[in-house]
């Protein structure tokens, strides 16, 4: 039997750690998955992420087991027909019809085939950790007696509310199929012992959107790597403004950020840098071309982390736009690099961010005027934008590194598995 001790003094843990999907350079869950099972490993737990397409770049330590899928949505050609000997189960058969009726069918589809892939392995792990999904498959591995939690970072009711209001005529009818997957997210979230969410604003909407008692919520929120996001050594670019828009959807607020560019555009000369994909004739494509921005908006992607680091860095001033966050990584990340940050009171924004005025400018959800006039405000005035981003990078180093975030979600582990029915003690 091994003696070792993990970093916090208990046993070493066995984490499966899962992600239905991982895009490493785009959106968070890519990168909490890298960070969290990395910092995990660092303190001497052992952890293996299964993941569907897109796979996560993992540093060296945890183990990566790919879960492969027909990928229906990948780029360039999201929503593919695949050839037929790609079908290789009745999962797959199910993941394609589900497309075709215009349901998401991933969240399922990978928690089937990692209840698939785990049979028999139930002796391998101390604790499934879920980020998520919230499929069936979950509940097929609580009948086999293994721990099972999940991360939810935000309630995707969210989403939909924001995307149901933002749709007309036919578009109501398949953004509604596309967000039944929420019925059961719902179903298996209020079944799981113990969930994990990123900020309290998440926890009251978890409680309120999935009915989930509020004494199965534990907030420990998400973290950044401060030696590599780390204030810039050069000069930084007059006038530019960097945002971030993971998804081409209208919760990112990105609209009205092009707005509020437009109109600081008639008094002086700035860019905006985002970094996302916008959809061909979407409403960032067709708000671009409404405000005349074609030569002041760029789109970049696929961005490792030391160019992100430099587009932060390069900055005057950063945005956070959104219609709705239940965290915002981006936000913290652009903090880090002590880019003087405006943002919207969405969601969990000015928990995150801090007080209005000392470690960021605060503006109403939606209102291009507001945006507009923060964002000059830090143009024109460089003591209180250096205040600001001096005051946000504190922020960040007191309350958001992994490590931090790793010692509270393995103290979070121990005590679901010690109030597990008929647990016995973790050998070490």
Known sequence: MATSTAADGGCPLRIALLSYRSKPHCGGQGGYVRALSRELVAMGHHVEVLSGPPYPDLDHGPILTRVPSLDLYREPDPFRVPRLREFRSPIDVLEFVLMCTAAFPEPLTFSLRVARLLRGREHEFDLVHDNQGLGYGLLRLQWAGMPVVATVHHPITEDRRHDLRAAVGRKKLST?????????????????????????????????????????????????????????????????????????????????????????????????????????????????????????????????????????????????????????????????????????????????????????????????????????????????????????????????????????????????????????????
Request: aromatic share 6%.
């Open 176 to 428: 509604r199929r596309w967000y039944s997957f929420l019925r059961m997210q719902a179903r298996v979230v209020r079944r799981l012992p113990a969930v994990l969410t990123v900020s309290q604003s998440s926890r009251r909407d978890i409680v309120r959107d999935f009915t989930v008692p509020a004494e199965r919520l534990t907030v420990v929120p998400v973290g950044v790597d401060v030696e590599l996001f780390r204030p810039p050594s050069a000069p930084r670019v007059p006038g530019r403004i960097v945002a971030t828009a993971s998804a081409d959807v209208p919760l990112k607020g990105l609209v009205p950020l092009l707005e509020a560019v437009a109109k600081l555009r008639t008094e002086r000369d700035v860019e905006l840098m985002v970094v996302g994909r916008p959809k061909p004739g979407g409403a960032a494509a067709v708000a671009i071309e409404r405000f005349g921005l074609a030569d002041a908006v760029r789109f970049v992607s696929g961005l490792s982390e030391a160019v992100l680091v430099e587009l932060f860095g390069s900055a005057e001033v950063a945005v956070v736009p959104s219609l709705y966050e239940g965290f915002s990584l981006p936000a913290i990340e652009t903090l880090a690099c002590a880019t003087p940050l405006v943002a919207t009171t969405a969601g969990a924004l000015p928990e995150v961010v801090g007080p209005d005025g000392v470690s960021a400018l605060h503006v109403p959800p939606g209102d291009p005027e507001a945006l507009a006039a923060a964002i000059a405000r830090l143009l024109d005035d460089p003591e209180l934008a250096a205040r600001l981003g001096a005051a946000g990078r504190a922020r960040v180093v007191e309350l958001y590194t992994w490590r931090a975030v790793a010692r509270q979600t393995v103290a979070w582990y121990r005590a679901v598995l010690a109030t597990r029915v008929h647990a016995e003690a973790v050998p070490c």
